[in-house]
């Protein structure tokens, strides 16, 4: 599996940036791809708007990763994706917050349900951050600490 994603992963080229930035901004208003022999295809818009952001994170430096969304993941790769430990995961795994299949032994996770949780995770940290954030103004504490307090 691990291969699998690795041949799916695309790093920027380091010598062509110019070329890729002038790629990301011609790729604003044009949806049919020329081949070299010069025949058209038109891009489904699906197409063209994944090709788009594949374009714009390689322009800016960052690599991309192309994966089925039926992708399953070991644990490590799970963990990996969302900067946890393996055992921090399993925990999550069998807490019932993420989804996850047996292939004999082993705990396998789907992309998707990987994604989903990521993404309730990120709003709910954001709603629980909004809450302490209305709090401390309703109780007047926001202003009131206009440094960083001592620790050592």
């Known amino acids: 599996m ?5 041949r799916h992963t695309l790093f920027p080229p380091g010598d062509s940036q110019d070329d890729l930035a002038y790629a990301a901004e011609a790729l604003h208003g044009h949806t049919r791809l020329v081949g070299p022999d010069g025949t058209e295809i038109k891009l489904p818009g699906e197409v063209f708007a994944a090709l788009r952001e594949v374009v714009e994170a390689l322009s800016n430096g960052l690599a991309i990763t192309i994966a089925p969304q039926t992708t399953q993941l070991t644990t490590q790769q799970a963990a990996d994706m969302l900067n946890i430990s ?29 994604l989903d949780y990521q993404e309730h995770a990120r709003v709910h940290r954001r709603t629980a951050l909004n809450e302490l954030a209305r709090e401390a103004v309703e109780d007047g504490s926001y202003d009131a600490v206009d440094h960083f307090p001592r620790t050592r």
């Open 86 to 114: 393996r055992p921090t995961l399993v925990r999550l795994l069998e807490e019932g917050q993420i989804p996850f299949e047996m292939r004999g032994r082993h705990r396998r996770v789907r992309l998707t349900d990987l």
């Open 2 to 6: 691990a291969a699998t994603l690795r």
